[in-house]
């Protein structure tokens, strides 16, 4: 009896050291994997906004083929011009304004900064943002959730489209697309210092 319980004591201790080894190469390689999808899914996101932005930087030094051309006069161009008269039209109704300036002095107010230089400014922040994200730097994030925060009114304002339209249709679609990378980007932020915190607790 003494030799049988002997014999099954190591039995029933080997058993759980198993188990645990076993849970925590799981643990490992999902914490891995995870890794892994972060950063391709990082890397996915950041490329979206790093071609869209070297596109655009091409076509605004160079404009030297038909879609840098199509990109500036039937893309860009219309879309501040529409956002510049709905804006003037909008603070021309103030009181304050409406008193001081005409709807005419405020578009020539709006129309200080050329096309070109908002395209520029706005193209540089995209791609530095894009290179600073795909680093892993939430300052990149945060400068991309201030592009397309300012780029998605003004290239798809869909509450101007005639209703049941097409362009309704398809600008409805692009701006909630835009939405949800805003959220994209909101999420690498919050991801970001929750990571940080949990690394600063396990130093401490």
Partial sequence: ARNASRKASPRRTHTPRTT????SSKRMGGKGGGKFLAHFGRAVLAS?????????????TRANSMSDFHLLEH??????????????????KTQYLKRVYSEKEIMEHLLALDDATI??????VEVLGSVLLMLNFTLGS?????FVSCVTPIMHPFWRREEFSASREIETIMFWKNVA???ALAMHVGMS???AKEEKEKEE
């Fill in 119 to 124: 395209a520029m400014v706005g193209t540089i």
């Fill in 75 to 92: 893309s860009i161009a219309p879309r501040f011009a529409e956002t510049r008269a709905a804006l003037s039209a909008s603070l021309a």
């Fill in 193 to 195: 210092k929750e990571e």
């Fill in 142 to 146: 945060k400068l991309l959730m201030v």
């Fill in 48 to 60: 979206l906004f790093l071609f869209s932005g070297m596109h655009k930087y091409h076509a605004l």
């Fill in 20 to 23: 645990t080894t076993t849970d």
């Fill in 181 to 183: 990378l805003f959220g």
